[in-house]
């Protein structure tokens, strides 16, 4: 059915009877039909006072926090289409970003809908004037006001756009001016290395973002940063000694960010020339952490003719792996690959090891071993235990149907060796909690 048409064939009396009904019980419905029925200039004139009201008004709580959001959100929408002048709309979002702390303390924001207004409707908002506006000296000075004031976090967003509405004769301006802030203030400070190092990208500047990332503490996290930018810019050389810097002067930190020092030194290869080199970081970033997606990557490297000798030899070399270790990834790995005969092998040779795996992904392993009964129960009973042994009571109704799984494919096995069989484990979980009354009592409603 076309509603659309359908509604066409109402009638305009009765669409309007409708829509004032509507209206009634919801302010959104209201401030909708206020504004389709006012003029572009009325609208206009009407934006700041709405704003005002919607956040010196009631506090929104995480019940109706959605549609404050919604109604921020229209608000914006709505300037969108009532502004003719593209630099009055650049002023308009202006004001709308100054009233954040309004705004943000009007609500409840831990799901962060009303940060998102901020950081996507508001910020296309200003790009949308800011593009249109043919005066840039003052879409500059409007921007650089904005992002030195964030003291809600919510404007940040806006400088990594600014390449889209500003030639770079106003970007080199916005350097200028941040490269002037004063180094007493540590919040500023870090403030402005933050807004240069995003310019400085976007003018594909990296001598730029490496000296406002010498005027901050390094880290390895800043050091890979610079790195990258280099190699962004095509100096394999400068990108190479960076990523040294962060790998000899953060070590201890290493494992934080090993992926990327991996694929940085690896891009460094490339830019170089090196084939052997490359080919043994690609080697290096598969093996650390095997998965589909890091294949793909290694068969970049070494070219997608070489996939099925990858496949048949790490396969045979998971295998062989020392047995006093379960790699949760080498699983993930082999199930992904549709290998399954080969990850029951190498999980059958570890199931001692299986409480060290994560809880969530054992739910996603067990579902595709349905044709191992064994391998299968021994899965399940590790989440049953993982939940009892915590005492976790929301959990126990994933408890009771973990039983009950246990309880449908124990017939299936013909031999428990060397586990125990069904009815030795249900014991042994009576044993040890039989006092989990609640659990008990699940079990008992659901039939088990």
């Not at 005969?341 to 809880?359: C, G, S, T, V, W």
């Not at 579902?367 to 042994?389: G, W």
């Amino acid at each position: 059915m076309n509603s659309k048409l359908t509604l066409i064939k109402l009638g305009a009396k009765r669409l309007a009877e409708e829509l004032l009904r509507l209206a009634e019980p919801s302010q959104t419905a209201a401030d909708r039909i206020d504004y389709i029925t006012s003029s572009r200039r009325e609208n206009l004139d009407k934006f700041e006072m709405q704003l005002d009201e919607l956040c010196d008004g009631a506090f929104y709580d995480w019940r109706s926090v959605e549609g404050y959001a919604y109604q921020l959100s229209q608000l914006l929408s709505n300037l969108k289409e009532s502004i003719d002048d593209s630099c009055e709309g650049v002023k308009r979002v202006r004001y709308f970003f100054e009233r954040d702390s309004s705004i943000m303390e009007s609500c409840d924001d831990s799901g962060g809908a009303v940060g998102m207004v901020f950081s996507v409707d508001a910020t296309d908002c200003f790009v949308h004037f800011s593009k249109k506006c043919e005066d840039k000296e003052f879409v500059a000075q409007q921007l650089l006001e904005l992002v030195l004031d964030d003291q809600y976090g919510v404007r940040d967003e806006l400088i990594g756009y600014a390449v889209d509405f500003l030639p770079q004769q106003w970007l080199r301006w916005l350097v200028e001016q941040l490269q002037q802030g004063d180094e007493g203030d540590s919040w500023s400070a870090t403030q402005r290395t933050i807004l240069l190092q995003s310019l400085a990208r976007q003018l594909k500047d990296a001598r730029l973002f490496e000296e406002a990332t010498l005027c901050r503490k390094l880290s390895l996290s800043s050091c890979l940063d610079v790195a990258q930018v280099y190699l962004e810019n095509g100096d394999a050389i400068r990108a190479q000694d960076w990523a040294e810097r962060a790998n000899l002067e953060f070590k201890s930190k290493h494992n934080f960010r090993s992926y990327d020092y991996q694929t940085i030194r690896r891009e460094v290869y490339r830019q170089l020339g090196d084939k052997e080199g490359e080919e043994r970081m690609a080697w290096e970033i598969f093996r650390s952490n095997r998965s589909v997606e890091r294949l793909a990557e290694l068969l970049q490297t070494l070219g997608e003719e070489q996939r099925e000798d990858v496949i048949t030899g790490e396969t045979a070399q998971i295998l062989a792996s020392s047995q006093d270790n379960l790699i949760g990834s080498d699983t993930s790995f082999l199930l992904h690959l549709g290998n399954i005969d080969a990850a029951e092998q190498y999980l059958m040779k570890r199931i001692d090891l299986l409480n060290k795996i994560d809880y969530i992904t054992l739910t996603e392993w067990v579902v595709q071993f349905a044709q191992n009964p064994l391998l299968a129960s021994l899965i399940y009973r590790t989440l049953l235990n993982d939940i009892l042994k915590r005492s976790y009571s929301k959990a126990y109704h994933y408890a009771v149907d973990y039983w009950i799984q246990l309880q449908q494919l124990s017939p299936q096995v013909s031999d428990w060796e060397p586990y125990l069989t069904h009815q030795q484990y249900q014991q042994q979980v009576h044993q040890e909690h039989g006092r989990k009354w609640s659990f008990w009592q699940q079990l008992s409603e659901r039939g088990g």
